[in-house]
């Protein structure tokens, strides 16, 4: 068997289970640029017409500070036309190899757009690129290897390589599209019950979870793979973290003023109740969302609910939760309060740290800052 279809059955299982598209698009971009020794990789894909910049992997950004990964989180949608070259790529269905991104020939209608490189610093030069369609044929997004590692331009190997990993992967970036579609229906739900869960604020509580894990584990040694198969249940699970708020009346979820001691006794039962919907569930991704939701208002110090747990009793997933929910409702504005200065949010955290929070995370948490800013800017809302 050769080489390169070894590493396509390779791709083929580690994508197939799955369910987080983010994770998805890691793994994707992770083989793709292993097998054709890039340095660097992105995906763009189609959302309301145009191409979103959704997911970016660079080695050589990478080898800098390790708390600097803002470029993850560019916000930038291009139009689908033949203008830029992921546009063309996508317009035309056709795989492009550009040695030189900066020496284009005069007679093609795309032309690079240098705002990553001078964003960030990196110095692009050779970009292979490839639409990402369904078996039907409709347009999923586009996905861009750049600088080949150990020559000038990618081959033709490469070209195919990358053609095959994109028709393996369509199938499953559709599955992925659905399962996330069921999670963010219930996320809609519980925004049009609780006002204060909006959809911006989960995905940043997701963001920064991901941050925050990522620092966390790169602490300890953690493999990259095994960050990866972590990152994939965490993002959606934290984003599920208050979910149990849909079987509380609105007479007390929307109540305007202070909730009373057996109103707030009430309304704490939505941990338990939420942890219950996936209790029952083997899943990875259900049992990292039951731990998550019953777990990320218990507190360091035991004094939390709903079961009084105490220091490493709570799951870490819990943990760090606990921390990105509690930073986001304090520094955005709500209906009932204005947003708190970023300073004195971060002096609340470090004073609750080892009371009310892991001191550990607390420490790692005001550490990636930069990354966390990046995370605000991009979810706005």
Not at 239 to 267: Q, V, W
Not at 327 to 335: G, P
């Amino acid at each position: 068997m050769s080489k390169k279809l070894e590493s396509l059955l390779e791709l083929s299982k580690s994508i197939i289970h799955i369910e987080n598209i983010n994770a998805l698009l890691d793994q994707l971009l992770y083989q793709t640029r292993r097998e054709c020794k890039a340095d660097a990789g992105s995906i763009y894909l189609v959302e309301e017409g145009k191409l979103r910049f959704s997911y970016v992997q660079n080695y050589t950004l990478a080898l800098r500070e390790e708390n600097d990964r803002q470029h993850l989180y560019i916000d930038k949608t291009i139009p689908l036309n033949t203008e830029s070259i992921a546009g063309y790529a996508a317009s035309t269905e056709k795989t492009l190899n550009i040695p030189d991104v900066y020496n284009l020939p005069d007679d093609v209608s795309y032309h690079y757009n240098n705002s990553f490189d001078k964003a960030t610093g990196y110095q692009t030069l050779s970009i292979l690129t490839s639409p990402i369609l369904t078996a039907s044929g409709d347009l999923i997004g586009v996905i861009q290897l750049i600088n080949k590692e150990d020559s000038l331009t990618f081959d033709e190997e490469d070209c195919d390589y990358i053609k095959h990993a994109c028709d393996l992967a369509s199938g499953a970036i559709e599955r992925a599209h659905v399962s996330n579609e069921t999670f963010m229906r219930m996320l809609r739900v519980a925004e049009l019950r609780d006002p204060k869960e909006t959809g911006a604020h989960v995905k940043r509580v997701g963001a920064y979870s991901v941050e925050l894990y990522d620092a966390w584990a790169r602490k300890q040694g953690i493999s990259d793979s095994e960050i990866r198969i972590t990152k994939d249940p965490l993002s959606t699970a934290a984003m599920l973290h208050d979910i149990g708020k849909i079987a509380i009346s609105d007479k007390i979820l929307k109540k305007p003023g202070r909730l009373n001691e057996e109103e707030f006794t009430i309304m704490k039962s939505h941990a338990a109740i939420g942890a219950n919907l996936f209790s029952k569930s083997h899943l990875t991704i259900d049992r990292m969302a039951c731990d998550i939701i019953g777990g990320h208002h218990e507190r360091w110090d035991g004094d939390g609910y709903p079961a009084q747990l105490k220091g490493n009793q709570i799951p870490l997933t819990a943990r760090i939760v606990a921390l990105a929910d509690v930073y986001d409702a304090l520094i955005s504005k709500r209906v009932y309060k204005e947003a708190w200065d970023e300073q004195e949010v971060l002096d609340y955290l470090a004073a609750q740290s080892g009371s009310q929070f892991d001191p550990e995370l607390v420490e790692l948490f005001l550490s990636i800052q930069d990354t966390i800013r990046v995370i605000r800017r991009r979810y706005q809302g």
